[in-house]
């Protein structure tokens, strides 16, 4: 069972570039999430999306575009990477929309020089 | 607005000792309380979950958590910690309505000494 798959696992970028990380699931969920982890903040919600065609900002959702154009895939795009954007960023799905148990990917580390 | 507060970023215990890991929330609605577990270079495994049926909740690897709604808080123990219960935790609340949307705690990390 692959669960959440999110590539790459480690990414070094120059301030300006633009990169997106990959994340596809194989479990039929309709609902997929981003977040980004921080020392001493947990984790906070970039963007969501409730089925394919629907997505919506969360939290943090600055510097970030998502789109969903299948079921399976929920990739993030930096459009012009900053600094602040270092951090690891783990992709979620979920059965339905109470969120009650979610399905996390093993993270991607990214750094932003 | 809702929040949750999960106290000591830290947390060292001896192997077979009592663990005992904080999480308080704020919300003015009933909510769904869920502890989450992170391994070294892993991603987060739901460990256990309140949803408004019995307080006291188990999970897995011998977890169990009680949520006290006059004390708003929802703190998960284990009797007798085991060196494989080294890892991240993060307590998170949501609630019922649309998408309910996670709020995740900073974390507390457990370290277990022989």
């Known amino acids: 069972n692959a669960g959440v798959t999110q590539t790459p696992k480690f990414q070094v970028l120059k301030t300006g570039q633009s990169m997106t990380l990959q994340c596809a699931q194989d479990?039929?969920?309709?609902?997929m999430s981003w977040y980004r982890q921080d020392p001493g903040m947990g984790l906070r919600l970039i963007h969501y999306?409730?089925?394919?065609?629907?997505?919506d900002q969360g939290e943090v959702p600055n510097g970030y575009n998502v789109s969903r154009s299948t079921t399976e895939d929920f990739p993030l795009r930096l459009l012009s990477a900053a600094p602040s954007q270092t951090s690891v960023y783990f992709c979620?799905?979920?059965?339905?929309?109470?969120?009650?148990?979610?399905?996390f990917g093993s993270g991607t580390q990214l750094s932003v020089l | 607005a809702q929040s949750v507060t999960q106290l000591g970023s830290h947390v060292s215990v001896s192997e077979g000792a009592l663990v005992l890991l904080r999480c308080n929330y704020s919300s003015s609605v009933p909510p769904y309380l869920f502890w989450y577990v992170q391994y070294p270079n892993q991603g987060l495994q739901l460990l256990l979950k309140?949803?408004?049926?019995?307080?006291l909740v188990k999970g897995i690897n011998g977890f169990e958590a009680e949520f006290k709604k006059s004390e708003t808080s929802f703190h998960l123990t284990k009797p007798s910690a085991h060196m494989s219960d080294a890892a991240e935790y993060f307590c998170?609340?949501?609630?019922?309505?649309?998408?309910?949307?996670?709020?995740f705690g900073a974390g507390t990390r457990l370290a277990v000494h022989p």
């Open positions: 999306s409730v089925g394919a065609g629907i997505t």
């Open positions: 479990m039929n969920h309709e609902y």
């Open positions: 309140y949803t408004s049926a019995a307080t």
């Open positions: 998170a609340v949501s609630f019922s309505g649309g998408y309910n949307k996670l709020i």
């Open positions: 979620a799905s979920s059965y339905d929309a109470t969120n009650e148990k979610l399905f």
